[in-house]
């Protein structure tokens, strides 16, 4: 489990930053939004979700599928030191841009040459972004905040554990992406509520996310996390896909 | 790190890791604005989305959502009993803006501060919040160094954060690695029997609604 998987109780971390601003500088805003627009207009929106989303009329050329999958891949797939060398939205514009490079939009040497031309004097407050309008792929992204990307899905998956079963969290070799928090890897919880129909995770991680799932909410005592680490009177509890759970 | 720091030191105040130079931020505004606008000149946004996007959650989805619920919780006990057995259902018609089950609010859930229990809700794996009635998380939420503490000391972390609690109230904390998106109902403060919604909806803060905070009582202010 890579460190950026286990990250709960680090120890000698010091005093945090109580810091309650959403972006501390203003580009953060920028590929915030352009993560939200790549949301918007994911091609899985089209096959793969509830709302009646149709993205074949709407008129951009994004034609890829993106999820938070997706985004957390480029963060995930860091060297584990390299992690924490970068601010939460940094790791999104390497992220990002990796991928638009990657899917062929663009290109890096693109990306350098107009990079280099923001950053000559002056122009990157006063050089304008292009001025085209289209209304329609507006539309569909302020269409995907309102109604989202719902992963329920009513189909018939027999949960393999009911509310008040032991289970034990499978330890699971490393992977590109996961939503396992690897602290919990051979802890022993039980089932606080099992969730009524399963979620999708739109694509398939080779830890065993894709197809509909029975989700749970599983409660483990705060000493069988931590140990003699544990501060006294808390439990602990996670949603968790069933593929990460055995029976104890 | 450098010697010209680029974000005010009044911002980032505590460890410093993630404060840069100013060259490395200009270098990301410039690599930021690159992309943007090359997105634009191919056709995959448009070059009004992204002031949209913000737009819209400075005015639609943000924590101005969340106080009035947590308000109207307050002073109507069916709609809280609604609101902590079906979020969703709960808030979907009393006036909030359209999209309270949006993005990132597909499915919530909402746990009550009492006097035996106290909740905190937590991301160690990225930044899960729920989007349509709290907005955007707030830099705290998505700091490695709360992430780590928190799960392991939410004890430590509260009294650091100004909030002492009595050793018999229990603490839970609400974890989020899949799509269920939590908020707290916060403890109504004493002394504000009588206000009206508007006046204890200005009360309540994000992180009040995340159990990291207490909403204070306005004599004590």
Redesign the interface.
Known sequence: MKIQ?N????EN??????????F????E??????H??M???SKHLETDSLPNYSLSSV????DSTWT?GHL?MG?EGLNPFDY?KF??Y?KW?GG??GF?IEEG??TEE??DA??????EDGN?DNAP???????A??EQ??K?????????RDVAVKPKFVVGDKIRVKSIPPTEH????G?LQGKIGTIDVA?PMP?TYFFTTTDGLGKPMP?Y?VKFE?TE??GE?????????????ETYLEAA | MGEQSFVPSNIMTKYDGFNYDRDREIYSAARVRALESLLIEKGIISGETVDKVLNYFETEMGPFNGAKIVAKAWTDPAFKAQLLEDCNAAVSNIGLPVGMSGAEGEHMKVVENTAEVHNIVICTLCSCYPWPTLGLPPYWFKDPTFRARAAREPRAVLTEFGVELPETTEIKLWDSSAQIRWFVLPAQPEGTEGMSEAELAALITPEAMMGVALVPSPSAA
């Not at chain 1, 990250?7 to 680090?10: D, H, K, Q, S, T």
């Not at chain 1, 971390?13 to 109580?18: K, Q, R, T």
């Not at chain 1, 996961?178 to 928090?181: A, K, Q, S, V, Y």
């Open positions: 998987h990250i709960a109780g680090i971390l010091g005093e945090i930053d109580f810091q309650k601003r959403v501390v500088v203003p580009w805003e920028r590929i915030f939004g352009i939200v627009a949301m918007g207009l008129p951009t050329n994004f938070w957390r963060a924490f601010r939460y940094e514009l990002i841009s638009f939009y663009i693109e990306l107009k990079t280099a031309l923001y950053l990157l972004l292009p001025d085209i309008s289209q209304p792929i507006d992204v302020m995907y905040l309102k109604e989202g990307d719902s992963p329920e996961t939503r396992l928090p602290n969730y979620y989700v909410n705060s996390l931590w680490m544990a501060e006294p009177n808390n439990v602990y509890y996670n949603d968790l896909f």
